[in-house]
């Protein structure tokens, strides 16, 4: 990403409507993915962290894929069906991730392709429900289920989630469906986020992104995916150092938060820097914040505590940031 100089300008009413009202995200940045085959949810149990094997048709759950050293591989969320699972994993990593789960099944009936006919948006926000009713998609009666519970209304699938930092829906479809459907919803009157505008609700919200805070550099507990873990469910690839690393009761870094003033000179890859700590992390996204400044998240050493003050350094020059810790996603 450009530094904040270059950035495009957020939407601040579209921003406001994704917390207040709805918001449309369209397209999602995602890559969808079909398992199939007899041994599709013991198969996957027995790879990925996430407990498949205890998520009931219709439910959902958070996953990785990992090395047997803990590298991450791919980060996904899998949706049982009846027939098959449903995976989403990152924008451009849908074959990437089905050769990689394919390439562990050796005996076993399972096959995973990418579904690239398949498409995804989102509507985001307290009023998302009532959106997509007016649309036609029984939004309201996923809305007092579980997070990541799901159903099929036709030719549309959708699920209950959690982006960008707000209750709201994920939706799939073919694209002339999808298509359609965003034209409806735009046609209500329902604000369009940008992608500048997405990235800013995105890093206010401490939300790890493939290939930003996803890398293979930290392990999944250092970038805020410990809730992709299930310690419970049995055996699952790079579960020995991970474990390792839970029993030990640290973690050398942890995805933080850093607010910036406007106009900061900053991007990602930038050092993050103290007087008691020079190498205390680095900048791993950079989204303008509006008129009260820039935000960025990055990787920080746990020593630089919560409200610590620190230099952001590059090639661009040296900048002021405040850290503020994230929760990381749900």
């Known amino acids: ?15 406001r409507a994704l917390h207040t009202e709805a918001a449309l995200l369209a397209p999602l940045a995602k890559d969808l993915v079909v398992a199939r085959g007899e041994d599709r949810v013991r198969f996957l149990n027995g790879v990925v962290t996430g407990n498949v094997a205890g998520t009931p048709v219709g439910g959902g759950t958070h996953a990785l894929l990992l090395t047997p050293k803990a590298h991450i591989l791919a980060e996904m969320r899998i949706f049982v069906r009846a027939s098959d699972l449903l995976l989403f994993v990152a924008a451009g990593e849908g074959a990437r991730a089905a050769e990689a789960l394919a390439r562990y099944a050796v005996m076993d009936d399972f096959t995973a392709e990418a579904a690239p006919a398949m498409q995804a948006l989102a509507v985001l926000g307290p009023a998302a429900a ?36 707000v209750d709201g829906f ?54 805020g995916l410990g809730d992709a873990i299930d310690y419970k469910k049995g055996c699952f690839l790079g579960q020995e150092p991970i474990v390792r690393i839970r029993d030990r009761g640290h973690t050398n870094w942890r995805l933080a938060r850093l607010e910036l003033p406007a106009g900061s000179p ?65």
């Open 1 to 15: 990403m450009a530094d904040s100089h270059e950035s495009p300008e957020v939407d601040g009413a579209a921003l």
């Open 130 to 165: 009532d959106r997509l009713e007016a649309a036609g998609l029984p939004a309201a009666s996923l809305a007092e289920r579980p997070p990541w519970s799901h159903l099929e209304a036709g030719p549309i699938w959708l699920a209950r989630v959690k982006h960008l930092g």
């Open 170 to 223: 994920w939706v799939a479809g073919a694209s002339g469906d999808l298509g359609r459907l965003a034209e409806t919803l735009a046609g209500t009157g329902l604000p369009r986020l940008t992608p500048a505008t997405a990235e800013a609700a995105r890093v206010a919200a401490g939300e790890p992104l493939w290939g930003r805070e996803i890398t293979d550099e930290y392990f999944p507990m250092e970038i």
């Open 266 to 330: 900053v991007q990602p890859g930038d050092r993050v820097e103290t007087d008691e700590k020079p190498k205390a992390g680095k900048l791993t996204s950079v989204a303008s914040a509006g008129a009260s400044g820039a935000a960025a998240l990055g990787v920080v050493h746990v020593s630089v505590p919560a409200g610590a003050r620190v230099r952001i350094a590059g090639g661009h020059g040296v900048a002021e940031g405040i850290v503020r810790d994230v929760s990381g996603p749900t």
